[in-house]
């Protein structure tokens, strides 16, 4: 795993993707957990998103985690405010690990059922007789029509909802606490007010 690029700590530059990567796999994942729109049209991009979330979050933390041990004067297992910064960065991927199998959980369950807050009485598949008239002789056409997808209770539709948004919610407050965490750790007394 890459730490250095370009001569400089991987983790400052590898950061900027898991602050994107993880709000916005976050966000797609509740829109398309509580809005079917927008799951059809976000489709795979959601579990996607998640997965590049996922990928970047322990190779950025194994960035740190080297940053941390080469910072002079031992300062980065001293100092209060990098050790906190670099605890709570230890706790960011169980919440991405969420949000990544909640956005597959509700990308599969979209392809395979209608996951709706209308209830829906079960539809099988209609067989019609059709008589069709051609030059006075009559003739039966049978025609099938595909039954449309299985919606699931609208008690599980809002299970997987709830869910959704509680591993988003909480992979965000905790990417927000890492950074203030970070912030805090990198300005304090290096700025005159």
Same mark, same amino acid.
């Given at each position: 795993?890459?730490?250095?690029?370009?001569?400089?700590?991987?983790?400052?530059?590898?950061?900027? %993707?898991?602050?994107?990567?993880?709000?916005?796999?976050?966000?797609?994942?509740?829109?398309?957990?509580?809005?079917?729109?927008?799951?059809?049209?976000?489709?795979?991009?959601?579990?996607?998103?998640?997965?590049?979330?996922?990928?970047?979050?322990?190779?950025?933390?194994?960035?740190?985690?080297?940053?941390?041990?080469?910072?002079?004067?031992?300062?980065?297992?001293?100092?209060?405010?990098?050790?906190?910064?670099?605890?709570?960065?230890?706790?960011?991927?169980?919440?991405? /690990?969420?949000?990544?199998?909640?956005?597959?959980?509700?990308?599969?369950?979209?392809?395979?059922?209608?996951?709706?807050?209308?209830?829906?009485?079960?539809?099988?598949?209609?067989?019609?007789?059709?008589?069709?008239?051609?030059?006075?002789?009559?003739?039966?056409?049978?025609?099938?029509?595909?039954?449309?997808?299985?919606?699931?209770?609208?008690?599980?539709?809002?299970?997987?909802?709830?869910?959704?948004?509680? %591993?988003?919610?909480?992979? /965000?407050?905790?990417?927000?606490?890492?950074?203030?965490?970070?912030?805090?750790?990198?300005?304090?007394?290096?700025?005159?007010?």
């Amino acid at each position: 795993m890459p730490v250095k690029i370009n001569g400089l700590p991987a983790h400052v530059l590898l950061i900027h %993707v898991v602050v994107v990567f993880v709000p916005l796999a976050a966000l797609m994942l509740v829109a398309g957990a509580v809005w079917p729109a927008a799951r059809a049209k976000l489709g795979f991009l959601t579990p996607a998103s998640a997965l590049v979330a996922l990928i970047f979050v322990p190779i950025t933390t194994h960035a740190g985690k080297w940053l941390q041990d080469h910072l002079p004067s031992n300062i980065g297992h001293t100092n209060p405010q990098i050790v906190r910064h670099a605890h709570l960065g230890g706790e960011l991927l169980p919440w991405v /690990v969420g949000i990544f199998v909640m956005s597959v959980v509700v990308w599969l369950l979209g392809l395979r059922y209608e996951l709706t807050w209308r209830p829906r009485p079960e539809q099988a598949a209609i067989d019609t007789a059709t008589e069709i008239s051609a030059g006075g002789t009559a003739t039966l056409e049978r025609t099938q029509r595909a039954a449309p997808r299985t919606a699931l209770p609208v008690w599980l539709t809002a299970v997987v909802a709830v869910v959704a948004i509680g %591993v988003s919610v909480g992979g /965000v407050v905790q990417l927000v606490r890492i950074g203030d965490a970070g912030a805090k750790a990198a300005w304090s007394g290096s700025t005159t007010g």
